[in-house]
């Protein structure tokens, strides 16, 4: 079954591009010029991907991205065509994996597309392969009073549903299918981010941070994401 690949842009030459581009490469794709369509949309399709412009008529791509991330945890591509620092770092502070600046490559885009729908399949691939006994059937991790839905993409803690980012969610789930093991920052941030991913692994560091604010009792002191020194971190449950 062909991958869904959701494209949210108003400028319809280039949306009708992107279209065909990546039809060619075999995606099924759905098209929205504007906000409220999107969300519309990606509510009754559930794509496996959006690719989403910032600059919308009514309701920007950091308002569809925010609004997005409180219902799914589907991966964003978030397109401007401003080259400016701010706008990157909001895009991706409401919730965008990935950001890239007009004009763009195509070739380069479908890469980074590939790249992401590439990762959220490892991630897929490593929860089949993961010892049953550590995850009850039904899709369903669970430790205690916390559960990661990986059928709904959810993360639960008291029967109440937690509000995570998409690497949020990608790092837990990484961290649960290795039920303690000692993992370093170093390979955390391939498996996680990728390989090609530019940064360090003070990205991790901060991710496990944000993590233990929403799923320890008492963060200062984490039971669940413990710190191993000199090592990097293991997943208690």
């Not at 965008?96 to 399949?121: G, H």
């Not at 990484?174 to 039920?179: E, G």
């Not at 233990?212 to 971190?233: C, F, H, L, M, Q």
Request: a negative charge; glycine letters at 6%.
């Amino acid at each position: 079954m062909s991958e869904k690949i959701l494209i949210v842009e108003d400028e319809i030459t280039l949306q009708e591009t992107l279209a065909y581009n990546l039809k060619r490469q075999g995606y099924e794709v759905e098209t929205a010029a504007d906000g409220t369509t999107a969300l519309q949309i990606a509510r009754q399709s559930h794509p496996d991907l959006i690719v989403l412009d910032i600059m919308l008529p009514g309701m920007d791509g950091f308002e569809v991205c925010r609004l997005l991330r409180q219902e799914m945890s589907t991966p964003i591509l978030m397109l401007t065509a401003k080259d400016d620092e701010i706008d990157r770092v909001v895009g991706l502070e409401v919730g965008a994996d990935d950001y890239m600046t007009k004009p763009f490559s195509m070739r380069e885009l479908i890469a980074r597309i590939k790249a992401m729908l590439r990762r959220v399949r490892m991630i897929k691939e490593e929860l089949e392969k993961t010892e049953p006994s550590l995850f009850p059937p039904g899709q369903k991790l669970i430790f205690d009073n916390l559960i990661i839905d990986t059928y709904r993409h959810e993360v639960r803690l008291n029967d109440q549903i937690l509000i995570v980012k998409p690497k949020e969610y990608e790092l837990l789930l990484f961290l649960a299918q290795h039920r303690g093991q000692v993992l370093s920052r170093e390979y955390i941030l391939e498996r996680v981010w990728g390989w090609d991913y530019i940064g360090d692994s003070r990205t991790v560091d901060v991710h496990v941070r944000w993590l233990r604010e929403k799923i320890e009792s008492d963060p200062a002191n984490p039971s669940r994401i413990v710190t191993v020194r000199g090592a990097g971190y293991r997943f208690e449950g």
